[in-house]
């Protein structure tokens, strides 16, 4: 299978949409046309893992480069090699990096808290503490 090249990207038109290109090494590319008449395409690697066949994203062309695509082909299939599936790995990782910016900000938070001035308590007892039959 031949290799896909910059100038093959580069000649995709609007007229191209839902065309598939495919690459060695189990990648390959859906090409979508959006609104304003420009055109990406998005990348994945296709690979079986416990006997079921996934895809992994590997980018999109133009806002990636085709080296940085095929360099996350090469990484998901070294992935797969050890027995680790990409897509999970992925999300895994995408929920422990959101988790440590939730203990982060729950810290900052923590603090803020702790230094606030008489003002800025009162002025919170007036809008949430204080609940007055009469409206206060």
């Not at 079921?52 to 299939?77: E, H, N, V, Y």
């Not at 897509?87 to 702790?114: N, S, Y």
Request: with cysteine.
């Amino acid at each position: 299978m031949a290799k896909i090249t910059q100038k093959t990207l580069e000649s995709f038109r609007v007229k191209h949409d839902g065309q598939n290109v495919r690459d060695d090494g189990g990648l390959f590319g859906r090409v979508r046309a959006k609104t304003d008449g420009t055109v990406s395409v998005s990348f994945y690697y296709r690979f079986r893992f416990n006997d079921k066949i996934k895809d992994f994203s590997c980018g999109s062309w133009p806002a990636d480069s085709l080296t940085s695509i095929r360099s996350q082909r090469d990484s998901a299939r070294t992935q797969v090699a050890e027995g680790v599936d990409p897509g999970a790995l992925k999300k895994i990782t995408k929920k422990e990096t959101q988790d440590v910016i939730v203990a982060k900000l729950a810290v900052i938070e923590q603090a803020r808290i702790k230094n606030l001035t008489v003002q800025d308590l009162f002025d919170a007892w007036i809008v949430d503490g204080v609940s007055r039959k009469d409206g206060n």
